[in-house]
């Protein structure tokens, strides 16, 4: 089993910064990928950053530049750097985790990010 645990999120006007971050907790052994995703009210859950296991990173095209996705593997974090944050990335964001061999997608609870102009 794996728990997911986001933090970091809060209120911050446009231009500002955050950093999230995501603890891994439980069997997280052979990870395969990663990620952050981020829900609008009203909207879909859409993916923001993944990094594979080899360290391979994407990005969502309006946050590339901006955003930075990284992992601590001895802490097992995954982290969100967000600069020049904008009102329309107000969300709350999720972590997801994948592993080999599993199926299942692991999420967190999620942290609320607001924006404000």
């Known amino acids: 089993q794996v728990q997911l645990v986001e933090s970091g999120g809060g209120s911050v006007q446009a231009g500002g910064s955050l950093r999230l971050s995501c603890v891994a907790h439980?069997?997280?052994?052979?990870?395969?990928?990663m990620g952050w995703y981020r829900q609008a009210p009203g909207k879909q859950r859409d993916l923001v950053a993944a990094?594979?296991?080899?360290?391979?990173?994407n990005y969502e095209e309006s946050v590339k530049g901006r955003f930075n996705i990284t992992r601590d593997n001895a802490k097992n974090t995954l982290y969100l750097q967000m600069n020049s944050l904008k009102s329309e990335d107000t969300a709350v964001y999720y972590c997801?985790?994948?592993?080999?061999?599993?199926?299942?997608?692991?999420w967190g609870e999620g942290t609320l990010v607001t924006v404000s102009s």
């Open positions: 990094i594979t296991s080899g360290g391979t990173t």
């Open positions: 997801r985790l994948n592993r080999w061999g599993d199926t299942t997608t692991y």
């Open positions: 439980g069997s997280i052994l052979n990870i395969r990928s």
